[in-house]
Structure formats: structure tokens, C-alpha cells
């Protein structure tokens, strides 16, 4: 049998506690719990948070499932988060990318990109599947969930 990683464990201890789930005000409407989480409810996140605090309010919450953008946003001062949200509305409107790459993972979370892919080839919600990936990461503990897209 697997050892349990921590992050695993704290996704369980999240799912086992109440509300299971991410605030609305934050993240818009996520449906019932953190299984039905979506892809615009990160940009809904990301577009509508209106300080440092609460964007690592929203983090937090997502934990473990985001904790890469959650790494970003622990280093950000008051004036990088100004500059990454300046940045943010450019990203909206452009085709040429001006963001900081230090900033890339606030955008889309590691475990967003393939889970993301998994989700509209299973038409099941985002949040479901970054579940499955974390279990499945603490099974076989792989060096990356890339490879489970070519299966689909």
C-alpha cells in the first residue's frame, strides 16, 4: 500500500471537514463542494480579487490543490500583486503575453493544466479530476500527470 503524502491527506481532511467547499464571494458560484469546481471559478478568482490578502485567502482554500500558485503568492509584495492584477487585465485583452514569469503559475496552477484537459475529455468538473490526480499522484507517485493524457 501507498504511503499517504501530505498533500493527499489535507486534500481528505478538507473534503472530511465543513463547508467543504470555497468561499463564493471569492471564487463565484462553485456548486456544492470542492468536487465541482471549475476552471472560471479560478478566473472569476483571479479577475475579482481585490487585494494580496484575499488572494491568499482564495489560495488557502484551494490548498493542496493550487499550492504552487499559492508558493507565487506568498512572495508577492502589496506592489506585485498591483502589478501582477495591472498585467492580468492585458492577459484578458491581448495576444501577446506581457506577464512576469515568476507570475505563470498564479495563472494556471501546474495541476490545472492537465487536470483541465482530463476534465473536458471526461465531461466531468475540474475539481473532481485534480482529486483523482492527487490520489493517483500518491499511488504511483509519478514524475508528472502528463503522461495519463495520452491514455485518453
Not at 61 to 75: F, I, M, N, Q, R
Not at 76 to 97: A, G, H, I, P
Not at 112 to 132: E, T
Request: hydrophobic fraction near 45%; proline fraction near 4%.
Amino acid at each position: 500500500m501507498a504511503k499517504r503524502s501530505p498533500a493527499l491527506s489535507k486534500l481528505r481532511a478538507k473534503l472530511m471537514g465543513t463547508p467543504r467547499g470555497v468561499s463564493r464571494e471569492l471564487f463565484g458560484d462553485v456548486g456544492c463542494d470542492i468536487n465541482d469546481f471549475e476552471l472560471f471559478n479560478y478566473v472569476y478568482f483571479l479577475d475579482n480579487v481585490k487585494s494580496l490578502r484575499d488572494l491568499l485567502k482564495g489560495l488557502e482554500e484551494l490548498s493542496p490543490l493550487a499550492d504552487d500558485a499559492l508558493e507565487v503568492a506568498k512572495l508577492m509584495t502589496e506592489q506585485d500583486f498591483w502589478n501582477f492584477k495591472r498585467t492580468l487585465v492585458y492577459e484578458r485583452k491581448q495576444k501577446e503575453s506581457r506577464m512576469l514569469q515568476k507570475f505563470f503559475h498564479l495563472l494556471i496552477p501546474d495541476r490545472f493544466l492537465a487536470g483541465q484537459q482530463i476534465a473536458k475529455k471526461a465531461r466531468v468538473p475540474l475539481g473532481a479530476v485534480l482529486i483523482r490526480i492527487m490520489e493517483w499522484e500518491a499511488e504511483t507517485k509519478p514524475q508528472s500527470v502528463q503522461g495519463c493524457l495520452f491514455e485518453l
